[in-house]
């Protein structure tokens, strides 16, 4: 039988590994024939095949745990970005992104200069635009909270049957109220 050079998670700074990897999990094996030298002291393990197979029986099932729980993590984030991705498409259908930014900043003037009238009027934008991202915060915990992939992958959303109408607003319409 050959001998072989282990190295494991333990030893691999964390930079270099997965997030959460079980530390006795093999990060690298180098087969050395019936050399037993190996290539760093302290860094790797020198076994047999056979002691190998037996330590790698020891360590699936950790390994297999720790697979599964990110094959679910990676689901969710998927599922996440599609949610964010159906958020975004929404709220441009009724106000793209700079002009929501050119709302708020001129509602945010509005309150400095006290033009209480501009800010009511702009304030019903900004109060959907609040009640869309409290709907899509719900659901994105409603993801975060599936156990399984495919419970995750069943999550569906339905915005606009989800919140209040659209108001209907200009930046040309906020700026011709004075007051």
Do not use: C, H
């Not at 699936?60 to 958020?87: F, G, H, I, M, S």
């Not at 009027?121 to 156990?147: C, E, K, P």
Request: glycine fraction near 4%; charged fraction near 20%.
């Amino acid at each position: 039988m050959a001998n072989l050079a282990v190295k494991l998670f333990a030893n691999v700074s964390v930079g270099e590994k997965p997030a959460g990897i079980p530390d006795s999990y093999p990060a690298e094996i180098i087969e050395l024939g019936e050399s037993t030298t190996l290539p760093e002291e302290g860094v790797w393990q020198l076994m047999t095949e056979q002691e190998y197979s037996d330590y790698m029986s020891e360590v699936q099932a950790e390994y297999d745990a720790w697979v599964a729980a990110n094959e679910l993590t990676a689901a969710k984030a998927t599922r996440a970005a599609l949610l964010q991705d159906a958020v975004n498409t929404f709220l441009d259908s009724y106000y793209p992104f700079l002009v929501r930014v050119q709302m708020m900043n001129i509602f945010t003037l509005a309150m400095f200069d006290s033009k209480t009238n501009r800010a009511a009027y702009l304030r019903t934008g900004i109060d959907w635009f609040l009640s869309v991202t409290v709907y899509a915060l719900n659901r994105a915990a409603f993801i975060n909270s599936r156990t399984t992939i495919e419970d995750v992958n069943a999550v569906t959303w339905d915005i606009g049957g989800n919140v209040s109408a659209a108001p209907s607003l200009t930046v040309g319409a906020a700026l011709t109220i004075s007051d």
